[in-house]
Nanobody, 126 residues
Framework: VQLQASGGGLVQTGGSLRLSCAAS????????MGWFRQSPGKEREFVGG????????YYVDSVKGRFTISRDNTKSTVYLQMDSLKPEDTAIYYC????????????????????WGQGTLVTVSS
C-alpha cells in the first residue's frame, strides 16, 4: 500500500491542524493505521492509531484529549485532528499502515508497520 501524508504547516500554540493520509493500492479497511512523529535528534515516537475496520483508537498519553484519529474507508484516508497544539508537538508526522493480523502490542512501535508515508512537517510556534 502507498501512503501520502499532507496537511502540515505552521500554527500558533493552542491552534489546530488536521493531517490527512491517503492510501492506495490495497484494501484500505484491512489495515491498522498509525501516526508517528519525529523531532530532530529524537527517535520516531508513536502518536496514535486506529485498528482495521475502525475497531478502536489508542493514543500516547501526551496527546490524549487533544488529538483524534478517524478514518474514511470510502476515501481510503485516515486523519489526525490535532487541537490545543503545543510547541513540543513540533515534528515531522508520519502515517503508517500495518496488516490487520498484527496484534495490538506491536502497533505502538515503528517496527510494527510495513508501510510508511513520506511525512509532513508540523511547526507550533510559541
Amino acid at each position: 500500500v502507498q501512503l501520502q501524508a499532507s496537511g502540515g504547516g505552521l500554527v500558533q500554540t493552542g491552534g489546530s491542524l488536521r493531517l490527512s493520509c491517503a492510501a492506495s493500492g490495497r484494501t484500505f479497511s484491512d489495515y491498522n493505521m498509525g501516526w508517528f512523529r519525529q523531532s530532530p535528534g529524537k527517535e520516531r515516537e508513536f502518536v496514535g492509531g486506529m485498528r482495521w475496520g475502525s475497531r478502536g483508537t489508542y493514543y500516547v498519553d501526551s496527546v490524549k484529549g487533544r488529538f483524534t484519529i478517524s478514518r474514511d474507508n470510502t476515501k481510503s484516508t485516515v486523519y489526525l485532528q490535532m487541537d490545543s497544539l503545543k510547541p513540543e508537538d513540533t515534528a515531522i508526522y508520519y502515517c503508517a499502515a500495518a496488516s490487520k493480523t498484527k496484534i495490538l502490542s506491536t502497533l505502538y512501535t515503528p517496527e510494527g508497520y510495513a508501510y510508511w508515508g513520506q511525512g509532513t512537517l508540523v511547526t507550533v510556534s510559541s
